[in-house]
């Protein structure tokens, strides 16, 4: 959990003295419960979602394409508001809140940069989220460079969004989110059409901001990402949880992952195989499998 | 006797304004009939090389071209870019740019009425195309509300409708789920396998895409930096890893192990591959 007085260290005006009325009886900064969300005129996308999310934690939601890992966590900054059913964030109900309101609290990075890109710059796109929060142009300044450094960007301020590579773009849309310095990231597919050394560095990135203490939470088809940095696993499966666990205990239950439409990361897989030759381990990263095979061979 | 179907020859293009060129002295050559695998980091010069193969480059995109491209053995410059649509087809990375019509039925119909077919011929395409792709049961659905895979079947469905010989396709799985991927891929496969086309894939997902290619193309900073099959591309991981590249994990894995003397008579690409190859070391 997050001490309070580590929490305030946000220059946001976020914390819980300015909402009297916030309910302090729990620890989990994002509580759930039964929670439905039907969209307009379709079967429910959500039903009955039973969550608690706790401060420090780094969530991997995963599922197959449309079991409503996207709609859940629109839910987490009122994007989406439940149907039926509650959704607290830092104890405001998602219900009674606004947008503006719950996005100091959760800072939302969109699956494609296109749809959350509309500036004219670079400066301009990732300053904006700061200028409407009102800040000193001096913390505009610097928060803004600090999150263009952080996506390595800050070279390209100039730049207008078109002119940026995919990858970039997806990167500037990190930076206009970091920079609000939000307690909870969400990322949806941070990593989707993104190449190696990106790939790489938008999760550096996220284990970064993870060791300093925020709650990150993310939206992935990839398994690797998964089996590497997350430290829960929340499966979707017809808008329902259909899993919550580790990812050592979510990757033991292979009937269940190729249920849902996912499959074991490439690692686990290979590592699973070799059990039939005697390996026992359970390496969740290429560098724990070689490891425990150096071991494993040489005895 | 492979028959090459897509060469380039000294290609090398300079966008407008730019100094540093998108592709440099580029030489290569795709068969008739396989599935080739191009690989290179964001910037390589991937997406420079397709708008060479369907025409875009040099007939709209401003800039400096040197070299050419032969399609079918005849030069891009003295096609149109609407003969070129009927040769090469051109799948988007994410379906919800391509998609745009309000049911799967026009979606597929629009690129054999641009193409000035008449209409029993445009119907007949449709037909085969949501026939071969497998989306018959979605032609009155709306493409925005389908799942993502079947948004990428229709987006391959609507490109399938103009019947060219060469599909490129811009990671086709990139926003798929993992079995969703392998769906689309084996949807792929087929195509190439029993109607004999010639397909290009660009795929950051190494892993799930390897085992499919006949071949792959290694591009960095513009230039051809290796192509090959699989296994002989894939078994210079070092090589790889200096252009910012990885192979796929049984075969980092067979890498790592290799540093610590152990040998491999054949280099690992798939997981099966990887626990026999590994499991005989145990």
Known sequence: MLAPDRRRRNPGDWGASLVPERQLTSEAIIKVRDLSYSYPGEISALRSVN?????????????????????????????????????????????????????????????????????????????????????????????????????????????????????????????????????????????TGQDYLSRR?????????????RTVLMVTHDMALVAEYATRVIVMQDGEVACDASPKEVFEREEMLRATGLDLPPVVKIARGLREFGFSETPLTQAELVETLLTAIRS | MKEPIVVAEDLTFYYSGSKEPAL???????????????????????????????????????????????????????????????????????????LFSHTVREELAFGPENLGLTVPEILRRVQHAATTIGISDLLERE???????????????????M?????????????????????????????????????????HKIDATAQFADSILVLNEGRVAMQGEPRQVFSQTEKLHEMGLVAPAAAELAFELSKYGYTFECWPLTAEEGIQAIGELL
């Open chain 1, 51 to 191: 969550l608690d999310i706790l401060p420090g934690e780094f969530v991997a939601i995963i599922g197959s394409n449309g079991s409503g890992k996207t709609t859940l966590v629109k839910q987490f900054n009122g994007l989406l508001k439940p149907s039926q059913g509650h959704v607290l964030v830092d104890g405001l109900d998602t219900r009674s809140s606004r947008v503006s309101e719950l996005s100091r609290i959760v800072g939302f990075v969109f699956q494609n940069p296109d749809h959350q890109i509309f500036a004219y710059s670079v400066w301009e796109e990732a300053s904006f989220g700061l200028k409407l929060q009102k800040l000193d142009s001096e913390s505009v300044e610097r928060q803004t460079s600090d999150a263009l450094k952080a996506v390595s960007l800050d070279g390209l301020r100039d730049r207008h969004p078109r002119a940026l590579s995919r990858g970039q773009r997806q990167r500037l849309a990190t930076a206009s989110i970091l920079a609000l310095n939000t307690p909870v990231l969400v990322l949806d597919e941070p990593t």
């Open chain 2, 163 to 203: 019947l060219p010989e060469i599909l490129i396709m811009d990671e086709p799985t990139s926003n798929l789920d993992p079995q969703s991927s392998q769906r689309v891929l084996e949807l792929i496969r087929s195509l190439n396998r029993e109607h004999g086309k010639t397909v290009l894939i660009a795929e």
């Open chain 2, 24 to 98: 440099q002295d580029v030489n290569l050559a795709f068969h008739r009939g396989e599935i080739a695998l191009l690989v290179g980091a964001t910037g390589a010069g991937k997406s420079t090389l397709y708008m060479c193969l369907n025409g875009l480059i040099p007939h709209l995109v401003p800039g400096r071209v040197g070299g050419r491209v032969l399609i079918d053995g005849s030069p891009t410059s003295e096609q149109s870019i609407s003969e070129l649509a009927q040769k090469v087809g051109f799948v988007f990375q994410s379906p919800d740019v391509q």
């Open chain 1, 201 to 213: 560095q938008i999760m550096e990135l996220a284990v970064g901001l993870h060791a300093e203490g």
């Open chain 2, 143 to 161: 493409p925005a509300y389908l799942s993502g895979g079947q948004q990428q079947s229709v987006a391959i469905g609507a490109i399938w409708a």
